[in-house]
């Protein structure tokens, strides 16, 4: 695309180049913009609207003799990290629970990536930032809050914190937690913040998701500070 986004889905088709684009759009317009209502979403549907056809490239990157086989490779490269990039234009992780297919049960058994296809996917990747944690460069400050005690433990990204505060836990619970301004394990209150927090602020924050939660009166008898 024109502002340098991607977006990486799967299409079949009996004709290799047709006028498909990505995301059930065509090129004509005649399916699939109607999908697409929210204008603030950075969705591939809106970004048609906003640029037009002849902003996108669509580029063939495998080819593959099932669906199910084509899903599961787009699964691989279009994860949770994909998704949450905002250089990619993919709004949910790829692959609709496909089956596992191994060896030459495999559509793409025997099939090779050219040079050409791993270097692309590679740049991408490495671009939108792989590593986990801090060393992610799209990974936000984050600091979380102990109820109980009111102590404030920074970090520099949810995945450092969700590996310190609860190791077994999966990382993305964790941001789901701060999307839905939830307590974290009935215990911590999550916040994406690099300002400096006041003992009023964080008593504020604390008290607001203390009341959210529907463990209210059970977590006001354990306070160790004052209401």
């Not at 609207?49 to 580029?59: E, H, S």
């Not at 297919?101 to 991408?124: A, C, F, L, P, T």
């Not at 009341?211 to 209401?227: D, G, M, P, Y």
């Amino acid at each position: 695309m024109v502002n340098g986004k991607v977006y990486v889905g799967v299409h079949s088709s009996k004709t290799v180049e047709d006028s498909y684009i990505g995301g059930g759009i065509r090129t004509d317009y005649s399916t699939g913009l109607k999908d697409y209502k929210d204008p603030l979403s950075m969705s591939l549907g809106n970004c048609v609207r906003l640029y037009g056809v002849g902003a996108f490239k669509r580029v063939n990157l495998l080819y593959f003799n099932t669906v199910d086989d084509a899903l599961i490779q787009e699964k691989r490269v279009v994860d949770h990290q994909w998704v949450r990039d905002r250089r990619t234009l993919n709004l949910k992780i790829g692959g609709i629970k496909p089956p596992r297919r191994v060896g030459e049960k495999n559509g793409n058994y025997g099939n090779k990536w050219s040079q050409e296809m791993k270097d692309h996917i590679s740049v991408i990747r490495k671009d939108r930032g792989v590593a986990k944690g801090s060393l992610n460069p799209n990974a936000k400050p984050i600091v979380m809050i102990n109820i109980y005690t009111l102590e404030v433990h920074k970090f520099l990204s949810a995945y450092d914190a969700q590996k310190t505060l609860s190791p077994s836990g999966n990382h993305d619970t964790l941001l789901t937690f701060l999307q839905k301004g939830k307590l974290f394990e009935r215990k911590w209150v999550p916040l994406y913040t690099e300002v400096y927090l006041r003992e009023t602020d964080i008593r504020r924050k604390v008290m607001s998701f203390i009341e959210k939660s529907r463990f209210v009166k059970q977590i006001k008898q354990n306070l160790k500070w004052n209401i």
